[in-house]
Every structure is written in C-alpha cells, then in structure tokens.
C-alpha cells in the first residue's frame, strides 16, 4: 500500500499530486466533478474568453513560475497590458483613480482632505496587545481612521475575500500588515524603512541581477485553464475526473478510500490521503472519524458570490480604461466591482469586442447571489450603467453563482487552525490541504501544495 489519494481536483489537488509523482511516489488525484480544476474554469464562446472563477494571478510567487515551467506552460505566461495599470474605485458619487504613490494620495481626491490627513497621522499609531486577533476594520481605524479604512481596506478586502471588514481576522487576511506594525509599529514607518533596506542590498554596480519576478497580473494565453490542462497533461491516467470520494476509514498503515467512480462503487487502499476539498466537504468526510475536528473545519464560512460576464459587440461601447473598479461596502452598492477583462487581457476578447467581469454578492448581500440569472445579468447592467456609464446592451451574457465561494478567515481562523492541526495529530497519514486553510489565492494554493508534497515525500 504506497499510493497516496489526493482528494480534489482543484489547483491545490492537482499540482500537490503532480509534485508528488515528480518526486517518485504514487499519487493518484480524486476528483468528483467531471472536469478538473476546482475554482479555475475557463471556457471560450462568441468570441470571449471567460472565466467562471479567479481571473488571474501575480507573478510574483517562484513556485508559480517553476510549476508552469514543468508543466511546459511558462512560455504562454501573459501580463496584463499596459492600459490596465489604472484602478479605479467607486466612492462619493463617482469613479476615482487610485493613485499610484504617496505624494500622488496626498494630492488626489480619493478621500477627502480630513481622512487624507488622517492617514498620515498613522505614523503616531501605537502597537496592539501581543496575541489579540483584530478584525480588519478594528487594525484600520486605529492605523488609518475611520473613512480610508471603510473606502481603502474595504475595497482591498472585497477585491480578495469579499468578505467583511468587521468579521476578517487582520491576521489572517494580511499577515503582513501585522507583521509591519509588530516589527515598527507605523506601517508607514515600516514601508520606509523595508524599502530602504531593499535598496540598500541592491547589488554592486555591473553585477549581473538574478532573475527576479516582476509582481506583473498574470494569466495564461487560453486563460487559467491552460495551467490547469498542464497539468492534467503531466499526470495522464493519475488524475480521475468523475470519482467522488464518499468515506474514509482507517486501517493498519493507511486508510481505505471509499469512491464513486463514473457511478461505480470502488475502493482504494492509500498510505496517506489528502484532503484537498472544500472545508464543508472535507468536514463532511472527517465527521465520522472525529466530531470534534470536523465541527473545527466546518466552522470555516465562505462568501458566496455570482460572477456575471458581459461581453459587447465591436464599436457598440469604448473599451474601458484600466483594470476595473471596486465599490466599498459603505456606498450600498449591489455590485462589489468589476474587472475591465478585455483591457487587462485584450486577448481574452476577439476583434475589438469588450468584456466586463462583474462581480455580486460576497459576505456584504449574500442574499443577492440567490437572484435568478436574468436578475443578476439585469442587476449587472444596471449598476454598470449608473457607476461605470456603460449604456450598450450586451451581446453575450454569462452567470456563474458560487453559493460557497470564497472562504472567510474571520478572527479567531489562526487559533481554528492550530486546533485543526492539534485534532489531526490524532489521525496519523491524513492531511488536509486547499484554500479554506493558509491562504486564498492561486499563489498561496500552489506554494502550499508544493511544500505538503515535499514533506510527504521527504
Ligand atoms: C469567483 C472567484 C474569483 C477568484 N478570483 C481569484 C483571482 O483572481 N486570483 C486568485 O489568485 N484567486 C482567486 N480566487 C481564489 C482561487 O480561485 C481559489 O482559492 C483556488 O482556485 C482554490 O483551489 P483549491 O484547489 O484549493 O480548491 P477548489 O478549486 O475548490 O477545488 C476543490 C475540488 O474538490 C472537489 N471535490 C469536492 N468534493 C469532493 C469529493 N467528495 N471527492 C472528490 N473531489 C471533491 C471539487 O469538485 C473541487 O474541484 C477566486 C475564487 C472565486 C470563487
């Protein structure tokens, strides 16, 4: 008995099986769904390419790049374009441009002169107590005040949990905000003096600078997905689409695998297995095993959100400028923003047609995610026609709903973890993996799976 199950065909499953087959173990990858990929679905119609999830991802993270390399994906690596580098934001009435430096926020209008003041008054903030787990909002109004943490933190949240400001632990979502204030108090302060210290260790002049990654949006020529078929490529018959797992049990030296395979019962004997589902699926699994770590991991929430794609004929609306907009929670919106896709990716769209990515829902009017698709797509336009000025009708309309789509690390999620490690001590050779736990992001998913299957295989 040498094969370790992975349990989920998503980027986590997927790239910490082909790891772990790159090192000589067997791994196989269960996925219940048909198709591999998880959260990554790239599809092409009409002349767009849409996705259904995540759009892209920084290239900032050198695991990232090296699983592309040998996946034999790298070369079809695309930066976002440069008409993207604008981001705007929706508050007091209209789009605003975020500005791109300090001086240019002290000058600009995205908040008013008071909250602009206020931000700098962040070089007096004090630290908090030692192990207190803050809320976002309860970190930003003591860094930045009241207004620039509901129009600026919120936006940043909602851009990558959708979440609420109140209820995400600070620690958990920006671990490198913490990790500013602990080492020097201001974040300000902090910001100097890393970037100082950057400086300073550039190297001599006519030394040779290594490869270093530039932090560009990134996706894939053919979108995400192709990552995604890299590796199914990579690992062939070793990745089951169509095989959902139904139950674990333990035995001498590892665990039997109960499957459903193309509807047909089966088992698998595995020395390890790995559960790279979603935490209320992965809950659902280990109930029987033990109550308590489940009600520990089912106790992660996740914010439902809808992805609406609008795509407009050639010359029927102007291509929009930069990478989109987001709409902080205090201007009680129905839309969380909207990314400008044939702008970032002009590829993404064919002949000059334009597509805009829009997103409802998440923590702040879960309710909304519940609406019909013809709701959504009407909300859509309607909210793209009064924040954004878009008035053409769409030729191509598309409506993913995500009814558990982003997980919410939510204060107290660091202490949940540590007591999810503690809990799974006790089941020897099972381990759980994915988003729900350290982090959110395709990057932080890659990097994640990459070190598990280094420590299975060490
Ligand atoms: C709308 C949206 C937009 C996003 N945008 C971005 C972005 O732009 N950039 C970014 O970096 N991240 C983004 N993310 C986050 C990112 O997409 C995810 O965190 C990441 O893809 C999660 O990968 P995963 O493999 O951990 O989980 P998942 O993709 O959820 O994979 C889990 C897999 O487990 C399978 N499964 C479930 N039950 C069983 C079972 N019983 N047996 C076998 N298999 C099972 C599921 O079918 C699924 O394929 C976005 C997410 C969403 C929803």
């Known amino acids: 008995m040498t094969v370790i199950a992975v349990v989920g065909g998503g980027i986590t499953g997927l790239t910490l099986a082909y790891r772990l087959r790159s090192r000589g173990k067997d791994a196989v990858v269960l996925e219940a769904d048909t198709r591999l990929g998880g959260n990554i679905q790239t599809r092409q119609r009409d002349g767009f390419l849409t996705e259904a999830g995540p759009n892209s991802f920084l290239d900032k993270e050198p695991t990232t790049r090296e699983l592309a390399a040998s996946v034999g994906v790298e070369a079809r690596i695309r930066a976002a374009d440069p008409a993207a580098k604008a981001r ?15 001086p240019a926020f002290l000058k600009s209008d995205i908040l008013p002169l008071g909250a602009r003041l206020r931000v700098v008054g962040e070089l007096f903030t004090g630290r908090v107590a030692s192990g207190v787990d803050e809320s976002l909002g309860a970190f930003g109004r003591r860094h930045l005040g009241e207004t620039a943490t509901e129009v600026l933190l919120d936006a940043v949240q909602t ?13 958990a979502t920006f671990p490198q905000l913490t990790k500013l204030e602990r080492e020097h108090r201001s974040l300000i302060l902090g910001a100097i003096r890393t970037q100082g210290a950057a400086r300073r260790k550039a190297l001599p002049a006519g030394e040779a600078a290594p490869e270093k990654l530039r932090g560009a949006l990134c996706t894939f020529e ?12 990579a690992l062939g018959p070793a990745a089951h689409a169509g095989a959902k797992v139904e139950g674990l049990t333990p035995m001498q030296g590892g665990w039997r695998v109960s499957v459903r395979e193309h509807g047909r019962q089966a088992e698998l004997l595995a020395s390890h297995v790995v559960l790279a589902t979603p935490a209320y699926v992965t809950a659902g699994l280990l109930r029987p095993l033990d109550e308590k770590l489940a009600e520990l991991v089912e106790g992660i929430a996740y914010a439902p959100i809808a992805v609406v794609n609008l795509g407009y004929a050639p010359g029927s609306t102007p291509p929009p400028d ?16 909207a990314i400008h896709a044939s702008t970032v990716f002009p590829f993404r769209a064919e002949g000059g047609r334009v597509l805009y990515t829009c997103m409802v829902g998440g ?95 060490g």
């Open 222 to 233: 053919g979108g995400l997905g192709t990552l995604v078929e890299g590796l199914a490529r």
């Open 363 to 457: 923590a702040r009017r879960a309710d909304l995610v519940g609406l019909d698709e013809e709701a959504l797509v009407t909300l859509a336009r309607e909210e793209l026609r009064e924040l954004a000025g878009v008035t053409a009708s769409p030729s191509f309309t598309e409506v993913i709903r995500w009814p558990r789509g982003i997980p919410q690390y939510n204060v107290g999620h660091t202490g949940r973890i540590s007591a999810i490690d503690a809990a799974l001590a006790r089941l020897p050779r099972l381990h759980l993996a994915g988003n729900a736990y350290r982090g959110v992001g395709i990057n932080d998913c890659i990097r994640n799976a990459v070190a598990l299957g280094d420590a299975l295989s």
């Open 322 to 337: 930069g990478f989109g907009f987001l709409v902080p929670s205090m201007e009680k919106r129905r839309l969380l923003g």
């Open 159 to 171: 851009g990558i949990y959708a979440g609420n400001l109140e209820a995400l632990s600070v620690g």
């Open 88 to 102: 705007y934001l929706y508050t007091r009435g209209r789009l605003r441009a975020v500005p791109a430096s300090p």
